[in-house]
């Protein structure tokens, strides 16, 4: 298929800046992927499109404070975004952890080259280039190194968000637990603890996944025929508890409903034929797009993503390339906020 199948056109102030009052009043457009049916509601109203004995599947990572801002010893301004972890985060006191991190600006940042952060709290050092330009940084503390980022780092907010977040647990969902995330699961901002006591007491299942969000999520496909793209790939876990969970709804004929593609993704990965899941811990790359059979999701909820993405790729996959389309341009016309602090859409 063409990269170009997936466009559709935006108007620029449909990209909502910042998040609404209150997240569950934001929007939720309903689609039949088996008719192409819509109809529009509030997220709040959610419960209503559920049933006794589905089973809602929730990413329950956290978004680490990852942009750094600091300078290089030698002088001048940097900025590193940490994209992944390299080392094992067990050490603690004056130790040196390594990821592969984003940095601007790039060209002048060699191998070799010192950087300082929070007034030398955190310094680093970079070690090597990968083969796509982003950098392998050892960082040097003292403490614990996520106690450290949480003091100095800052939220690595999408590129197209320009306006200042005022409160940064808007960019993180309700039921985050786990830090690692270079952005959020956005499908899940629109939940409230009391949004999902009402769910749980209509009888559906709610349990998690692990999966840490990076930046490749944002990273645009360029390749024109899109089975060239090559995902990158993102550290998931998948617990016993919700592999029984997951098991237990589809032997008793309930859904499964996946909040956002990063559980959708990490449920296919761990997916036999049948649609039965097994614990397992590790890295998913899979890419899915339109012909992809799905085995263990029966739907959706989700975002909308940007045009040309792997993400709106993969929602067509699910509901048909015409019918998500048909949608999109429903929203746009109903003036529905696009992107990761906009509206969201059912899919069932």
């Not at 170009?4 to 569950?24: G, M, S, V």
């Not at 509030?42 to 990572?61: A, I, Q």
């Not at 709610?206 to 024109?224: E, M, Q, S, Y």
């Not at 811990?281 to 975002?303: A, H, M, Q, R």
């Amino acid at each position: 298929m063409n990269r170009r199948d997936f466009h559709y056109d935006l108007p620029e102030e449909l990209i909502a800046q910042t998040p609404i009052n209150r997240r569950e009043q934001s929007r939720l457009l309903y689609l039949n992927r088996h008719t192409g049916e819509t109809s529009h509601r509030r997220f709040f109203m959610l419960p209503e499109l559920l049933r006794s004995g589905d089973c809602l599947v929730l990413n329950d990572s956290r978004v680490l404070p990852a942009r750094l801002l600091g300078r290089k010893e030698s002088g001048g301004a940097v900025e590193a975004l940490l994209l992944r972890e390299m080392q094992s985060p067990a050490a603690t006191k004056s130790a040196a952890m390594s990821w592969e991190c984003m940095v601007r600006p790039g060209k002048k940042i060699r191998p070799g080259t010192k950087l300082i952060f929070g007034d030398g709290e955190m310094t680093a050092l970079v070690t090597g280039v990968t083969e796509g330009g982003n950098r392998h940084v050892q960082f040097s503390y003292d403490g614990e190194f996520r106690e450290v980022l949480e003091r100095i780092g800052k939220m690595p907010l999408p590129p197209y968000i320009h306006e200042k977040l005022e409160d940064s647990e808007r960019y993180q969902t309700v039921y985050s637990k786990i830090s690692g995330s270079s952005a959020a699961p956005t499908a899940g901002l629109h939940f409230t603890n009391e949004l999902l006591g009402d769910i749980r007491a209509r009888g559906v299942e709610i349990c998690n996944i692990t999966l840490h969000v990076g930046l490749g999520t944002f990273r645009p496909v360029k390749a024109d025929v899109i089975e060239e793209h090559r995902m990158h790939a993102e550290y998931f876990i998948l617990s016993d508890e919700t592999a029984e969970k997951v098991n237990r709804t589809k032997a008793g004929g309930g859904r499964i409903i996946a909040v956002g593609t990063t559980v959708c993704r990490t449920l296919e990965s761990c997916s036999d034929e049948n649609g039965t899941v097994a614990a397992y811990s590790g890295s998913t790359d899979i890419f899915i797009y339109p012909g992809y059979v799905f085995k263990c999701i029966d739907g959706l909820i989700t975002n909308f993503h940007l045009p040309e993405s792997t993400l709106i790729m993969l929602v067509s996959a699910f509901a048909g390339r015409e019918n998500v389309l048909r949608a999109y341009g429903e929203a746009i016309g109903e003036r529905y906020r696009f992107y990761s602090f906009g509206d969201a859409m059912i899919i069932i």
